[in-house]
């Protein structure tokens, strides 16, 4: 990655009585860049968000945001930094447009013209009460309020679940050029891969509570490819047995989908062993999302 | 879900909690004053319906909470289920006063009526908790229950028992129905879900939310409003920004308080046209004030939003000390209003009364930063098991304490002077506490709860 880290970790674990949601977590995330945060449930991806803004503490090992201690985050760092939480709440008696001038007060840098476009791009009427927003409507507004005052790094978790695709679609452009205007680095958290996938240009994979994967998506891309075999003349075995072969679905005899690592697959040789065709295809997101988290091994 | 449906609900921690810490020393106090009555029974049946009244609340308590969950709806049967068994459960507990007067009198009729009048009792707890509109009239419950203790019974009520259980019936049914029909129960759970403070309810909440959105669109801008600016250091700021944030509380928190002080009033009113010899106003006042206190705080404190300000945690520590300090010291010269009122309004010549009121004002702000604690407001109030405890415990230390500062203080120094210098340094000390807890939390604790 290029740049200046935003958030440095280094053997960071935290646990919460017997649970521990992170493990010995290092890793080091710089920007400009818009880097996707995956996991499964309960991996550790809303802990690892809270700990970069500094809303929890590590129990071992160190953190720092924009260079700084996360529990030493002072308001000129935290100013630069925007959030969207997983579920996002607002002062409820409040207008939307209430809602937005009072957080602006908080902010040096709060740009009403940027505010005025969000709420007109996401369909936010500002005379709404919060009360009355639906799921989708609040997830919006947490996301303008996130982004108005021209933040450094934007934290993201989950922040389109709720939201339909034309909505998703518009917020993601939006990310996209904010990192081309502002130079911010953005880290979004979704179980969303393909709207992952269409924006990041970073994965940060955690399984467990441990990262599985830190990487470019284009490097991931390259490591891995998917075999679609086809039998020649005999039936494929049930089970493939080469070490390359990360992940394999038997469709039936005669033809089978194998993800593979593709600096040690030799086509050649795989192809004369099982006397097979097979077409090479790139493998998305979606596909190397189970191989990241080690559940590709049926 | 059909079987158990409310007792499953009720099996948990914070039941064993609740008997413990509030039904059972207030029987045992209440067995140890009257021990000696026994040959009336009078005084062991009223603890007896005390209990009936606690937890028939409880149980109202415990439904509201369920029903408030989306979840409850899609249950076949679920509100037949849960009002059966609070049926079943009131109908147990209401064989205590019956048994009560059945070993001190043998009479059936007698029996009968203790046992109707327990069940309506319970009933009325029940649908008092239910009902989102009749939460405010919990505090007039109180009020009567501190009467109960106090007055006799009239003789013609108690020689009456087919009227009373007429009566007892009446009541409970009318309670029942109104507390468990269906539409009764729907808007339950629309208020459990949206009810912003506890007791509050959302009548109440959509009526004030009702004016300021006609006073929005009356002053409705036309374009969008410039950035708001806060003047002053960056603690003042914090400060200035929760207020305004709170502000919405601080239109309810007075509303509670004149509920309660009317409650009072008109308690204390009917004791003294009731009894000549040793009025309960004292004792009345200063549990008043040890109570509204604490609602004004908690108003406060619960509102605490869930947006996150961009401070650091030295500028949280900072805002959030200020803005309890400010609450602490403001509420002794705000209580000596209401104080000085019901003084006069009760014509009440006795000097030693105020001297009394004063302590309690004071030693109930001593206790504040019981109730100021958690200090990450909504964050802390979902650690919901210790909640529970807190939610009990809290008042109870704090009544006791305020009692030990009003009627111990006296004995220890007779001097005024010596008096305030006692609880200025008690209050001293627990601004010191709880600043050394709160420098702690905020430089150690994480400000928001487990979730990965």
């Not at chain 2, 030295?314 to 209401?338: E, K, N, S």
């Not at chain 2, 004002?361 to 930063?369: I, L, N, Q, R």
Request: net charge positive; with cysteine; charged share 15%.
């Amino acid at each position: 990655m290029m740049g200046e880290p935003v958030f440095e970790a280094a053997a960071l674990t935290k646990e919460f009585g017997a649970v521990t949601a992170l493990r010995d977590v290092s890793l080091s995330l710089a920007g400009p860049s818009i880097i996707g945060l995956i996991g499964r449930n309960a991996s550790g991806k809303t802990t690892l968000l809270r700990h970069i803004v500094g809303l929890q503490l590590p129990t071992r090992g160190t953190a720092r945001t924009l260079g700084v201690a996360t529990d030493r985050l002072e308001h000129q760092q935290l100013a630069r930094i925007g959030v969207v939480t997983q579920t996002p709440s607002f002062i409820h008696w409040m207008t939307v447009g209430k809602q937005l001038h009072y957080l602006s007060g908080f902010y040096p840098r709060w740009d009403l013209v940027r505010q005025r476009f969000l709420l007109d791009r996401l369909d936010l009427d500002e005379r709404s009460a919060i009360t009355g927003l639906s799921t989708g409507s609040v997830q919006k507004l947490a996301i303008v309020a996130a982004l108005c005052h021209h933040p450094d790094l934007i934290l993201l978790d989950e922040p389109v679940s709720s939201l339909d695709p034309i909505v998703r679609d518009r917020i993601l452009k939006f990310l996209f050029d904010l990192v081309q205007e502002d130079n911010a680095t953005i880290v979004i958290s979704s179980h969303i891969l393909d709207d992952i996938e269409s924006t990041v240009d970073w994965i940060v994979c955690l399984n467990d509570g441990a990262v599985a994967a830190h990487a470019s998506l284009d490097d991931l891309k390259d490591q891995y490819a998917e075999w679609r075999i086809t039998a020649r003349t005999r039936d494929l075995p049930r089970r493939f047995e080469e070490s390359f072969v990360a992940r394999q679905t038997v469709v039936n005899p005669r033809s089978a989908r194998l993800a593979i690592r593709a600096v040690q697959a030799d086509l050649s040789a795989f192809q004369l062993s099982h006397d097979a065709d097979v077409e090479v295809e790139a493998l998305n997101l979606q596909g190397l999302f189970p191989i990241l988290i080690g559940d590709g091994k049926r | 879900m059909r079987r158990g449906a409310l007792l499953t609900l009720v099996a948990r921690p914070m039941t064993i909690t609740f008997v413990a810490i509030v039904v059972a020393p207030l029987v045992m106090l209440q067995v140890l004053i009257f021990m000696g009555e026994w040959e009336s029974a009078s005084q062991v049946l009223r603890i007896a319906l005390f209990a009936c009244a606690m937890i028939g609340s409880y149980l109202g308590g415990q439904i509201v909470q369920t029903i408030g969950y989306p979840f409850a709806w899609t249950l076949p049967r679920f509100r037949r289920a849960v009002v059966w068994e609070f049926v079943a459960c009131g109908v147990a507990v209401s064989v205590v006063p019956g048994l009560v007067v059945a070993i001190a009198t043998g009479a059936m009729a007698s029996t009968l009526m203790a046992s109707v009048t327990g069940f309506a009792v319970f009933s009325v707890s029940g649908a008092l908790c239910v009902i989102p509109e009749a939460a405010p009239l919990v505090w007039l419950g109180c009020g009567a229950a501190l009467m109960w203790f106090r007055m006799s019974v009239p003789a013609a009520i108690l020689d009456a028992p087919v009227a009373v259980i007429t009566v007892g019936i009446a009541i409970s049914s009318l309670a029942l129905w109104l507390g468990f029909r269906t539409r009764a129960v729907r808007w339950s759970a629309v208020c459990a879900r949206q009810a912003p403070v506890g007791w509050v309810s959302y009548p109440l909440h959509t009526l004030l939310r009702g004016q300021n959105r006609l006073r929005d669109q009356v002053n409705a801008p036309s374009a969008i409003a410039p950035r708001v600016e806060y003047v002053g250091t960056s603690v003042s700021q914090g400060v200035a920004s929760t207020y305004r944030a709170v502000r919405y509380r601080w239109v309810q928190a007075p509303v509670q308080v004149g509920i309660l002080v009317i409650t009072m009033i008109t308690t204390d009113l009917i004791w003294l046209s009731l009894n000549n010899d040793s009025p309960a106003v004292p004792l009345n006042l200063w549990i008043g004030l040890a109570i509204v206190g604490p609602i004004t705080v908690e108003a406060s404190r619960r509102s605490t939003s869930g947006v996150v300000p961009p401070w650091s945690r030295r500028q949280h520590l900072a805002v959030g000390y200020t803005r309890d300090l400010i609450d602490t010291l403001a509420y002794p010269i705000a209580a000596c209003f209401p104080a000085i009122a019901v003084f006069f309004l009760l014509a009440h010549p006795d000097r030693q009364l105020l001297g009394m009121l004063a302590r309690a004002a004071v030693a109930t702000a001593v206790f504040f930063p019981v109730f100021q604690w958690p200090p990450t407001g909504k964050a802390g109030m979902r650690q919901r098991h210790s909640m529970s405890a807190a939610t009990f415990v809290r008042p109870v230390v704090t009544v006791t304490g305020v009692a030990v500062c009003v009627a111990g203080l006296p004995h220890l120094a007779s001097a005024p002077a010596v008096q305030a210098a006692g609880l200025g340094v008690l209050l001293v000390a627990s601004q010191v506490i709880y600043w050394v807890m709160l420098r702690r939390f905020f430089t150690t604790r994480d400000l928001v709860d487990q979730e990965t």
